[in-house]
């Protein structure tokens, strides 16, 4: 099951870097499942009762976050400097595990 979610990460990880590396598409080739963070998030929570898991920073250029839901219900956006949103990984079954114990010197 980690090993599911870690290979998820890396996949999500290429597919976000894919998508920062060429930050003005072409007009018809403009995703349609990007739009406003402050709209995403929204439409999140409304729609899905997904709230803030998971933060990391991809490049200075853009963030990846992860919304989940009690229910399971999981979404991984990629945010970039301007503050538009792309929804680029749902699923379902979200697990949060707990902190790992820091090992000892």
Not at 14 to 24: C, I
Not at 38 to 48: P, T
Request: net charge positive; proline share 9%; charged share 15%.
């Amino acid at each position: 099951m980690v090993r599911k979610v870690i290979r998820g990460f890396a996949l999500a990880a290429l597919l976000a870097a894919g998508v920062t590396a060429r930050p003005v598409p072409a007009v018809s080739q403009a995703p349609i499942n990007c739009a406003n963070r402050s709209e995403v998030i929204e439409f999140l929570a409304r729609q899905y009762r997904e709230k803030p898991a998971a933060t990391a920073l991809i490049n200075p250029q853009a963030i990846l976050e992860v919304y989940a839901a009690d229910n399971g219900s999981w979404t991984l956006i990629v945010t970039d400097v301007n503050g538009r949103s792309c929804v680029i990984l749902a699923g379902k079954s979200w697990e949060a595990l707990p902190p790992l114990p820091v090992p000892k010197a």
